[in-house]
């Protein structure tokens, strides 16, 4: 084949090739966060954590930006895992090589040499890379990634997919479900177990968490020697690294004020007003602790009489913002219908309404504070009123 033909082809193909990349540059994509739905974390007027919900795939995964995340946990991942990442095409052609090698020639520990691109790429399309062809697509859906997003969103979607154990995916639910604190305030050998956590994320979390897993403990502290080598001034950090930090496990997370915070998800079911799956509320912890200790001893003191169920509500007047709301005596009690909210309830207002029409009367001069008023049984047309006690004392 003549030289001339040769360079054609190659000029056809690569035109082809640059065509194809600018159709999928270009044409209309879903943000990355879009992909996926996600928790709602409630939050009392402290920022306490009142509940967490898992989101409609029944996984723990809220949105958090990239620059709300811990900045030493960002450079920790890239440093272990894509030190190349803001300088590749989604592909490293070397790390593939290395871990091809590794894998397949010296028969060692598998290792992928996938970037954080291609690791997105398989969350995000279920990808099976243990097979050479699902390596392949993997290889392709990094590039079309690459085309389609910049380096921001692609690192941010994959720090809030990633997954860390269990059920629980993102950097930001994990800080928040382990460590009980925003992502941006870890310290930083709370960073590197996050760092550390994709690479065997059901390996490292046990249900029971009160020690790190010595595998976990042992790879963070790797992490950290490799770690100094680059960052000496990190070394004052040292005794942090001794210490083995316990993880809070799914079942210890807070279930607080049950009625208040269902009816606060029930308001904002629908809604587009949750920024990033975060919801404030007006309660106070310590007054609703305070409200539910008194209503406690209340019930225990009442029990003899009959008295088996009671509602709170606690308003604060200048504003009309909920302070504390208990809804029943016994949230998780189904004898007496406990998951009932009895502040919401429709009930017959009865006596309540009496000062208030006593009132009326004394405005009106109808009646005063000595007046006697019967109690004789009295029809309104149809209408026969009675009393709890049925029987009428005469006046």
């Known amino acids: 084949m003549p030289k001339s033909r040769k360079r054609i082809y190659c000029l056809l193909l690569l035109s082809f090739l640059l065509g194809i990349g600018l159709l999928i540059r270009f044409l209309p994509h879903e943000p990355l966060k879009q992909r996926f739905p996600y928790s709602v974390a409630v939050y009392d007027e402290q920022q306490n954590l009142l509940r967490l919900t898992t989101a409609k795939d029944q996984k723990y995964r809220l949105w958090t930006p990239l620059e709300q995340l811990s900045p030493q946990l960002v450079e920790a991942v890239l ?21 091809a090698t590794q894998t397949y020639l010296l028969g060692g520990t598998p290792q992928g040499g996938s970037t954080i691109t291609m690791q997105l790429a398989r969350i995000l399309w279920d990808i099976d890379s243990r097979k050479i062809s699902g390596k392949i697509e993997q290889i392709l859906r990094a590039i079309q990634l690459e085309l389609q997003y910049s380096k921001h969103d692609i690192l941010e979607a994959y720090f809030n997919f990633a997954p860390y154990g269990r059920n629980v995916e993102g950097a930001g639910t994990a800080s ?13 050998a709370e960073a ?21 897993n010595p595998q976990l403990f042992n790879a963070r502290n790797k992490l950290y020697q490799r770690w100094i080598t680059e960052h000496p001034q990190d070394r004052q950090w040292q005794s942090h690294f001794t210490l083995n930090y316990p993880l809070r496990s799914l079942e210890k997370l807070p279930f607080f004020a049950p009625h208040f915070t269902d ?11 949750i920024q990033n799956g975060q919801i404030v509320t007006s309660l106070n912890s310590g007054l609703q602790r305070l409200v539910e200790r008194i209503s406690r001893r209340y019930l225990a003191q009442q029990k003899h009489y009959g008295v088996t169920n009671m ?22 009690n ?41 109690d004789l049984p009295t029809n309104f047309a149809d209408y026969q009123p009675e009393i709890m006690k049925v029987i009428s004392s005469g006046r």
């Open 192 to 212: 590197m177990i996050l760092a550390i956590l994709p690479k065997n994320p059901n390996g490292y979390i046990q249900q029971n968490n009160n020690q790190l």
């Open 311 to 332: 509602a709170v509500l606690v308003v604060d007047n200048r504003t009309m913002q909920i302070k504390t709301l208990i809804g029943s005596g016994d949230y998780f």
């Open 79 to 99: 440093f272990q895992e894509d030190e190349w990442f803001y300088y590749h095409f989604g592909v490293n052609p070397y790390g593939l090589l290395r871990g």
């Open 176 to 188: 928040l479900i382990y460590f009980n604190k925003a992502n941006k305030n870890l310290n930083l």
């Open 263 to 273: 009816q606060v998800l029930q308001y904002y079911a629908d809604s587009d007003a």
């Open 334 to 374: 189904t004898q007496i219908s406990g998951q009932i909210n009895g502040t919401l309830a429709k009930r017959s207002y009865g006596s309540t309404l009496k000062p208030f029409i006593y009132g009326l009367a004394f405005d009106q001069g109808l009646a005063h504070p000595k007046t006697i008023l019967k």
